[in-house]
Structure formats: structure tokens, C-alpha cells
């Protein structure tokens, strides 16, 4: 199927929704957690949008030996366009992670764990519903299949437990890929996409406290019909805020 060629070619952050593991060398046990408007989010790019992000629900299994999965599902908004190209505007939806509304299930398996650092397989595929700006026709929303693989290297940069103060870093590249139907494809990108459209994401950050998150998020797709317009990468820098 269609799920299934996506997940093993592609898969988060869900980037900046990222799990941290805090103790990666540390004895832990199972669990099952249920959070409710735990993360939000702002953020900017390069295509002059300004966004706001929240994660409505979370649902997360942690195993013993480090396994992690769930499902996620997250809200975005664009307050703010600069841009008066409609196909790039959609396409800026259509490069977030976190766009539109978003529902999607994840896993992480470990690979590497150290006392200050750890590296593991991080995957996720979901479907997004994306408000857009239709070049023709008033339909003003379509459906995006996709999916997310890659690598996440995690390091401890500073910590005092007296404070209960750390910093964390991670770096995160991965492979992408996404599925729209023809007729949104007409529509919203002027058949100027596949519609199975591939590419890479690199995404980098540090997080203070266990609470506050910068990242820096460059994703591109590079099988596009029109590489100067759909081809381009998009660079975002998103402020989140854990609760």
C-alpha cells in the first residue's frame, strides 16, 4: 500500500516535537502516558510566514530497553504570509511537519547510548489536512499523506543538578516523502509537484531546562517539475514552549 511504501522509504518531529531522552545510559521502565496541550509553538521561514503550532494530544509507549512510539496530533495556523506567490504558500504548509492539522503515529528505536549522549532511528507517518490558497476553483483544503526517516544524535552540553539547569542538543537528518492526488496537486501547485514528492530534512536545536526549544528546520524536495518554484529550500526557525 501506499502507508507502507511511504514508511519504508521515508517517515518526526516531528522535529520539533522531538522526545528527548534526558538519561540515555540510565535503567528505566515501562510506560504508558496521555497528554493533553503540552507544546506550543512559534515560528518563521523563509517563505515569510509566521506560524503557530500546538500539540493537541499525545499518546506515548516507553519500553524498558529504550523503544518508544505513539500517536501525536497538532494543530497549525499561518498568522502571517509575506508572500504573494499562492504555490509557494501552499508549499510552505506543505514543507512544515507540524502543518495544518496533523495526525500521525512515530516510533524510536535506540541505537547508542552514553552517559551524555545517545543515537537512535526516529520515523513517523501521518496525514495532514491543510488549509490552502487554491490557484483556481474554490476548494480551500487538501489532504497530504506523509512520511519521515532518519537518524537523531542527542548530546548533553551542560548540566547542574543543583539548579536543575541543563541544555540539550540534537541533530536530526532524515529522508521525507509526501503524497497529494492529482486534482489537489492541479489546484494547489499547478501540477508543478509529483505526486509523490521526495526529499531530505536537516533539523538542529537545543533545549533549555527541559522547557523551552529553539530549532532551526531546512527541509527540501528534489523531484519536483519545477525546481526554481517547488524545488527551493525552505529553512524555518521555530521558538517552542513545553508546559
Do not use: C
Request: no cysteine.
Amino acid at each position: 500500500s501506499l502507508y507502507l511504501l511511504i514508511f519504508i522509504t521515508s517517515t518526526s518531529l516531528y522535529s520539533q516535537l522531538l522526545d528527548i531522552d534526558y538519561y540515555p545510559s540510565a535503567k528505566k521502565e515501562s510506560f504508558f502516558k496521555v497528554s493533553l496541550f503540552k507544546q506550543f509553538m512559534g515560528g518563521v521561514n523563509t517563505l515569510g510566514h509566521v506560524e503557530i503550532h500546538g500539540e493537541v494530544l499525545k499518546i506515548n509507549f516507553s519500553s524498558k530497553n529504550g523503544f518508544n512510539s505513539g500517536l501525536s496530533i497538532v494543530g497549525s495556523n499561518s498568522i502571517f504570509s509575506g508572500n504573494k506567490d499562492d504555490k509557494k504558500n501552499n508549499l510552505s504548509h506543505l514543507l512544515n511537519p507540524l502543518g495544518g492539522i496533523n495526525g500521525s503515529i512515530y516510533f524510536s528505536l535506540p541505537l547508542q547510548r552514553k552517559e551524555k549522549s545517545s543515537l537512535r532511528i526516529n520515523s513517523r507517518m501521518g496525514t495532514k489536512w491543510i488549509q490552502g490558497t487554491p490557484l483556481r476553483g474554490s476548494e480551500n483544503s487538501f489532504l497530504s499523506h506523509f512520511g519521515l526517516f532518519g537518524f537523531v544524535y542527542q548530546r548533553l552540553l551542560f548540566e547542574d543538578a543543583l539548579e536543575n539547569q541543563r541544555i540539550d542538543f540534537w541533530a536530526y537528518p532524515r529522508l521525507m516523502a509526501s503524497q497529494i492526488n492529482k486534482d489537489d496537486l492541479t489546484l494547489f501547485f499547478n501540477d508543478e509537484l509529483e505526486p509523490f514528492s521526495y526529499g531530505y530534512g536537516l533539523e538542529t536545536g537545543v533545549e533549555f531546562n527541559r522547557k523551552v526549544r529553539l530549532v532551526f528546520l531546512l527541509n527540501q524536495f528534489v523531484n519536483t517539475l519545477e525546481p526554481d518554484t517547488m524545488g527551493i529550500p525552505v529553512l524555518r526557525f521555530t521558538l517552542g514552549y513545553r508546559f
